[in-house]
């Protein structure tokens, strides 16, 4: 039997191969008439049409959270799972797909890319008879020890519709566990699951979910542990006297990871609790999902303790569910828990990407994020398309720091927000909030397939040698008004999309009132808080405002956009348009001074025809779509069929 890692050199020289191919020069698509009903189009006829190239996603059908996502030392292989509806365009009886890489660029379906076939975990007990729910793997079997064996923590769903509006139905989420000891090809469930059957005693629970598990030495020194421990956080969330947001916290003794112990909750943030400016800080809602708790080291080597959740019920329109994350000191309580006292609270993501899970990548010790980008189609053309969902990129979470603030009145430092300052001698400040980057190895292999490459050193604002909808846009931005990008633009301006820092108001935006002429899609603007700091020269003592450097990586529908490696937002954009291809460096005109235009960017890159990922997948890997019985979908109570 050939070993994953042989399977995987021969994905990746095969990825080599198929360079030249992927990364021509982009093929325009034919123009798709606004007025067509996209509906009544036959399924999978738009498969290819707004699909990303270089992103993670399922071969075809509906995916959403990442789940899984692990290093394999004893084959050198990181494994992702994501949650997946196969042959479905719409959510419902979720199992696990399953795919692997060496270098978290080059990917490759376990056992296949054509209809279940990347099939991981699904339901087959009477525990999980509903659906597999999000999770984590760790590489060590059930008594801790690594000896190849993969060991999977998942949330059971015996009971839907599960739903923090609605009732909760009891016994409708457990935990439970499953082994493979031959590198994810196959899963055997934990006879005796589920390991733990029901939430905390006398917690009136919106939901109990996604269990977040993996060793913490530095939480065991904490908490006074002779032996290792592992430690797990779940997302949920308590319904009326008490009600807001929870992040319940575990642990288990390395030596039997089936027998897990409840601490208490992290902290109890009362119902949508906002920690400062909701508009800074985000809401904490009414239920967390996919729950992280780690810890990560500054430059000097102190810990800093981070969770991260996903929030649901917002209070802004547009965040009716939000990718969050805090900051907090960590103490050991009197019963041999761990209180978690938030410092600084954020947003992961100013846009859709939502279920941000990261894992400790330990080959190169660092933590690893991975999210998921929903269609923003309005539910309209997708059985056209044939898929819904991709994941973001990789990002790298880390401690961020920036020095040599000059205190401004009016600052978000001066008040609770997404940083924690630290004022010095000479009247500046230091201010620490988690950082988020694309993964540097990852964008670099994605260069080294661009067809092209293009650079300018200094400019002002003007269009750029761009055709493509699958590229990378890097440049540092230095302006005093209104200023940004334009991207899957028509040569005529009637589809574009705007990326936009508005210094005045603290915010960058994406406008997508013209990226699409078919207006039945989404077109909201999506944008959020962004404060650059008045910065101090330690040598020369002089002031100037924070340059934006900003990177916007462009995939079909996907737009990710990134700034000064701690502020992120990811949306969506489908041009009717086949020559919405253009991109380019704007600025809004200086008031009473036409033609004149307030803005500097300097060391501007583009790599476009950045091609595929998925050797092993044809073109167009679509699968059939099924529509699910009445019977099958409990009378479309549990799912909708679609």
């Known amino acids: 039997m050939r070993s994953f890692q042989a399977l995987i050199s021969a994905a990746t020289l095969l990825a080599s191969m198929a360079v030249a191919a992927s990364n021509a020069k982009t093929v325009k698509m034919p123009d798709l008439d606004p007025a067509a009903d996209l509906n009544a189009m036959g399924n999978n006829t738009l498969f290819n049409r707004w699909r990303p190239q270089y992103h993670f996603l399922a071969p075809a059908g509906w995916m959403n959270d990442p789940c899984g996502a692990v290093y394999d030392p004893s084959r050198d292989t990181y494994h992702l799972m994501y949650q997946w509806h196969t042959n479905h365009v719409q959510w419902g009886n979720i199992s696990w797909g399953h795919a692997v890489s060496d270098d978290l660029v080059h990917w490759r379906d376990v056992r296949g890319w054509q209809d279940d076939r990347a099939v991981s975990l699904a339901p087959s007990e009477e525990y999980d008879r509903r659906s597999v729910f999000t999770g984590t793997i760790q590489p060590v079997n059930l008594t801790g020890g690594a000896d190849g064996t993969l060991l999977a923590f998942y949330t059971a769903i015996k009971h839907l519709p599960t739903n923090w509006q609605k009732p909760y139905i009891p016994g409708t989420e457990s935990q439970a566990l499953a082994t493979s000891t031959d590198g994810g090809l196959t899963w055997e469930k934990y006879g005796d699951n589920p390991v733990l059957a029901s939430p905390p005693d006398g917690w009136n629970v919106t939901g109990w979910r996604d269990p977040f598990f993996e060793p913490w030495p530095a939480m065991d020194t904490l908490l006074g542990q002779e032996e290792p421990h592992y430690y797990m956080v779940m997302g949920s969330g308590i319904k009326g006297a008490g009600a807001g947001s929870r992040i319940p916290f575990y642990s288990a003794p390395a030596s039997d990871l089936t027998s897990w112990?409840?601490?208490?909750?992290?902290?109890?943030?009362?119902?949508?609790?906002?920690?400062?400016?909701?508009?800074?800080?985000?809401?904490?809602?009414?239920?967390?999902?996919?729950?992280?708790?780690?810890?990560?080291?500054?430059s000097d080597g102190t810990l800093h303790h981070f969770t991260t959740m996903g929030a649901e019920g917002g209070s802004i329109p547009a965040h009716n569910r939000w990718s969050l994350w805090s900051e907090g000191a960590v103490t050991r309580t009197a019963n041999g828990s761990a209180a978690f006292d938030v410092l600084s609270s954020g947003v992961a993501d100013w846009g859709n990407l939502y279920a941000i899970t990261a894992f400790h990548d330990a080959k190169h010790d660092r933590r690893v994020a991975w999210g998921w980008s929903?269609?923003?189609?309005?539910?309209?053309?997708?059985?056209?398309?044939?898929?819904?969902?991709?994941?973001?990129?990789?990002?790298?979470?880390?401690?961020?720091?920036?020095?040599?603030?000059?205190?401004?009145?009016?600052?978000?430092?001066?008040?609770?927000?997404?940083?924690?300052?630290?004022?010095?001698?000479?009247?500046?400040?230091?201010?620490?909030?988690?950082?988020?980057?694309?993964?540097?190895?990852v964008v670099a292999a994605l260069h080294k397939r661009a067809s092209a490459h293009h650079r300018v050193r200094r400019s002002a604002a003007r269009e750029l040698d761009v055709e493509s909808a699958h590229f990378h846009l890097h440049a540092t931005l230095h302006t005093a008004g209104r200023a940004g990008f334009t991207v899957r633009?028509?040569?005529?301006?009637?589809?574009?999309?705007?990326?936009?820092?508005?210094?005045?108001?603290?915010?960058?935006?994406?406008?997508?009132?013209?990226?699409?002429l078919i207006t039945q899609f989404a077109n909201t603007t999506a944008e959020g808080y962004y404060y650059a700091p008045l910065l101090r020269d330690p040598e020369s003592g002089e002031e100037e405002r924070e340059a934006l450097t900003f990177d916007v990586f462009v995939d079909g529908s996907l737009v990710e956009v990134f700034v000064n490696d701690r502020w992120a937002l990811t949306t969506r954009v489908y041009p009717s348009r086949g020559d919405a291809l253009g991109a380019g460096l704007w600025a809004e005109e200086k008031k009473g001074k036409k033609g004149s235009k307030e803005a500097r960017f300097e060391d501007v890159e583009v790599w476009t025809g950045l091609g595929g990922v998925w050797p092993e997948r044809p073109a167009d890997s679509s699968s059939r779509l099924i529509y699910d019985s009445p019977e099958v979908t409990g009378d479309g109570e549990w799912w909708s069929g679609l």
């Open 261 to 298: 112990t409840f601490l208490g909750a992290l902290w109890e943030p009362t119902a949508n609790e906002t920690f400062g400016d909701i508009n800074i800080t985000g809401s904490y809602g009414f239920n967390f999902e996919v729950s992280n708790f780690f810890s990560l080291p500054d």
């Open 374 to 441: 929903d269609e923003d189609m309005a539910q309209y053309g997708v059985t056209a398309q044939g898929f819904q969902g991709s994941l973001g990129l990789p990002r790298e979470n880390f401690v961020h720091t920036t020095h040599h603030i000059v205190p401004e009145a009016g600052s978000p430092w001066t008040s609770k927000s997404s940083s924690t300052a630290a004022l010095h001698e000479n009247g500046t400040l230091s201010a620490t909030t988690l950082g988020a980057r694309p993964l540097p190895d």
């Open 489 to 516: 633009a028509t040569p005529d301006g009637e589809e574009v999309t705007k990326i936009v820092y508005d210094p005045a108001a603290h915010r960058i935006f994406v406008d997508r009132s013209k990226s699409s």
